[in-house]
């Protein structure tokens, strides 16, 4: 592990998988830190240099009192110079979004890949209710790292009560509190793509390398309406259905998916 300096002086651990191939970063989704992805990194690592980070504010990233989505580029940046770029780049849930984000503004990669980014864009599900952030927000600076949490998986996840007490037994839900003050800041990063409308049609203008966009067969209506409204964007943009997978997708089914794609789509003399 190694840590590279972000431009507002947070401190970003990184893990590197591998010494040859093209360089690649693998950017979490919402609670993950970078140990989500070893199994991933590893695999990938046969044919690439894999960067696995933790994002801020998780694992053994610092953190800083003012948050806001550019500072999350920032990070990505700082992982992106270290490596080389520019990269190719695959960002899971939330990180697909935060990794598409970047591209549009102007971060330094060659092909991305996304798996089932979060988006809600029809009454397959409810939407985020209105203050959900401020909720998120206002339980973590109470020190309510179980209701924040619960209020996520309810209202962010829309999980059954019963699913969620049954969470609250498992060795995750600890690690997941640990880190729930970084539930606003996927809230914030989510706000204007989970609530029931069509994704706006210019707000990725910016992204002109490959992307893949990924959904598993077996997983949820709404998150496979995502990726597929998603893929509509343009030319330049390929659907992959993964069969027999869900949001917890298997690495060993992802990672060819995604070699196969990186090999094609990002070619590089690296």
């Not at 996304?114 to 939407?127: A, Q, S, W």
């Not at 049609?201 to 998150?223: F, I, K, Q, S």
Request: hydrophobic letters at 40%; charged letters at 20%.
């Amino acid at each position: 592990m190694y840590t590279v300096v972000s431009s507002d002086g947070t401190p970003i651990a990184c893990e590197q998988h591998g010494e040859t191939g093209p360089a690649l970063v693998l950017v979490g989704g919402t609670l993950m830190t970078r140990a989500r992805h070893a199994p991933l990194a590893a695999l990938l690592s046969r044919d690439f240099t894999v960067y696995n980070y933790d994002r801020r504010g998780r694992g053994d990233s610092g953190d800083h009192p003012r948050y806001d989505v550019q500072r999350e580029i920032d990070d990505l940046d700082a992982v992106i110079e270290r490596a080389g770029g520019p990269v190719l780049l695959f960002g899971m849930s939330s990180g697909a979004v935060l990794a598409l984000e970047a591209v549009a503004r102007g971060s330094a990669v060659r092909a991305l890949a996304l798996y089932e980014p979060p988006f809600i864009v029809d009454g397959t599900r409810p939407h985020l209710p209105s203050g959900y952030v401020d909720r998120i927000k206002a339980l973590v600076a109470r020190g309510d790292a179980t209701g924040a949490l619960t209020y996520f998986l309810t209202e962010g996840l829309a999980m059954p009560p019963a699913a969620i007490e049954e969470m609250r037994h498992t060795p995750a839900w600890a690690a997941w509190e640990a880190v729930a003050r970084t539930l606003s800041y996927d809230g914030l990063l989510m706000a204007d793509f989970m609530t029931g409308r069509p994704l706006p049609t210019d707000r990725w203008a910016g992204v002109n390398v490959p992307v893949l966009v990924g959904h598993g067969d077996a997983g949820e209506t709404y998150l496979a309406n995502a990726a597929k409204a998603l893929a509509s964007h343009g030319d330049h943009y390929t659907l992959h259905t993964l069969p027999g997978q869900n949001h917890n997708v298997d690495p060993h089914a992802l990672a060819p998916v995604l070699t196969d794609f990186f090999t094609t789509a990002g070619p590089s003399d690296r």
